[in-house]
DNA sequence: GTGGTCTAGACCACA
DNA sequence: GTGGTCTAGACCACG
């Protein structure tokens, strides 16, 4: 995994492992990986791998037994919403950047298009 | 103006500009206010209006004379390709990222097309 | 039993026998369960009952016997000046905590006749 | 300041401002030290002022502003929300606390009004 | 000067 | 073995 550096790694982070519950990677109940191997798998301190738990539990994305370790939430309605959620932060940030470049709506929809045909 | 604290006041005030020359409201060759009146105009340290206008000549937007002042690029066609090339980089790893999230390219058109609805 | 995440299983167990002593389930003399049969009816560690023992006879509410098990304390005089301690110490620090938040006498005492009443 | 090694130095921290809040030593609008100040006049590390100025925030008691500093919220609801909330802490595992000792309602109050007629 | 992130390394509480 | 907290020290982004 390599990172964006201009982007706060734990945040980055954070957005692969809700990635890999939406996509099935991890499983409802599932463990996560203990603090200390995810950091070192990553080639990242244990500190921010634990800030990700952290904010991931924050967010009711996992719950976190001391002792025992960090699992992923069985709660179904949740995880679509995370998908739903990410899906709609990307469309906001593309469609605000195009008009900041002055596309109107038809423009931005007209170049999506033509992108996925030449594709 | 009021500043949203989540970014970078400086950011927010080159949206701010770059949407007032494709408004029109600054035109090609037109002067810029100088870095002290503009800071005093919008309540914010000089510095703040200093990098603004360091980052607007980076991009190429504006031109600054030693002495003189700042002022909108006249090169017109420069500027349009600039657009195109932010636009196809913003398209790109828009659906590169709802590919992530496990959209196919009937899902991608779908969502834009339901999101430009509501808004 | 159900287990409360964020308090630590070995006080919960804790409190729980302590509250079938006071409410006579568990009667002075009384040979508690063995630390494995405990572990296993309540799904928990053994390290984990291990250290309840210990802590219970820390307090000398139980006895331990090597190779016969944990019994109940029949000193009922000891228990109950235990018991007047730790009530005293309650009261204080919670006293001390009501007027560090700005409240007098009677705004403590107002204040429990009200949550008294709510339950 | 000094502090209980049985609690987080963070959480003791973040109580300690939360009180001076509702006791008016802070004000609203008001400027926290910053981070570095208040980490060396309390002798503790930075990192750890970081985290609690974080959790006020996200709380909602404070905002911060990058490379201005930490603010108490104007809103005045949610200051007595914070000292209510506080009190409503403090009596509910006082009470708890008594009644596993087998305390019941009467003795509670009973207890309190001896305690404070002595004082 | 101010907050934000990260690292390396330590010690503790819990199961 | 697992998470939780803390320290010392560093570098960066922002105003």
Redesign the pocket.
């Known amino acids: 995994m390599d ?1 964006d ?8 982070i954070i957005e692969k492992i809700k990635k890999d519950i939406t996509l099935g990677k991890l499983k409802k109940g599932e ?7 995810m ?1 070192s798998e990553l ?6 791998i ?2 990700v ?2 904010e991931l ?1 924050r967010k009711g994305i996992t719950a ?7 699992f992923v939430m069985e709660d179904e309605e949740m995880i679509s919403k995370i998908k739903d959620d990410m899906a709609k932060r990307l469309i906001e940030s593309f469609v605000e950047g195009m008009k900041e470049l002055g596309y109107g709506s038809e423009g931005i929809v007209k170049s999506i298009h033509e992108y996925m045909r030449e594709e």
Do not use: D, H, M, W
């Not at 550096?5 to 980055?12: A, E, K, M, N, V």
């Not at 976190?64 to 960090?70: A, E, F, N, Y």
């Open positions: 990172f550096t201009r982007i706060p790694i734990y945040l980055q463990k996560l990986p203990s603090v200390r191997s950091a080639k990242v301190n244990v500190n921010t634990q800030r738990y952290q539990e976190t037994q001391r002792g025992k370790g960090s």
